[in-house]
């Protein structure tokens, strides 16, 4: 399985940025997708994430209101749609996949992942 990121990049504070992960190898909709990201410094954290349908979401609360996550899965994409950016939103992206997940719920946390993709860097200028 292997998860490619882009459209990242640099945004002034209070624009807005979307970003998109492409699967490839296996069939995309028995993942559950998620974002995750690493701040300059700091470790990684979960931004939003999305179950196979699409039915169900979650995100983080720095986030939520602000954040979008959507998935394509006629196109094997995922995508995180940003606005009302800040600067501590500046980030590597990163998109991960969770495979045999049970219905219901999402995983936070980035243990429960086992794909991850190379990130994807955005800078929001202040």
């Known amino acids: 399985v292997q998860l490619q990121a882009s459209g990242g990049g640099l945004v002034q504070a209070g624009g807005s940025l979307s970003v998109s992960c492409v699967v490839s190898?296996?069939?995309?909709?028995?993942?559950?997708m998620a974002w995750f990201r690493q701040p300059p410094g700091k470790e990684r954290e979960f931004v939003a994430a999305?179950?196979?349908?699409?039915?169900?979401?979650d995100y983080a609360r720095s986030v939520k209101g602000r954040f979008t996550i959507s998935r394509d899965n006629a196109k094997n994409t995922v995508y995180l749609r940003m606005i009302s950016l800040k600067s501590e939103d500046t980030a590597v992206y990163y998109c991960?996949?969770?495979?045999?997940w049970g219905l219901g719920t999402v995983p936070t946390t980035p243990a429960n992942y086992n794909y991850w993709g190379q990130g994807t860097l955005v800078t929001v200028s202040s």
């Open positions: 991960a996949a969770r495979d045999l």
């Open positions: 190898g296996r069939t995309f909709s028995e993942y559950v």
């Open positions: 999305v179950s196979r349908s699409g039915g169900i979401t």
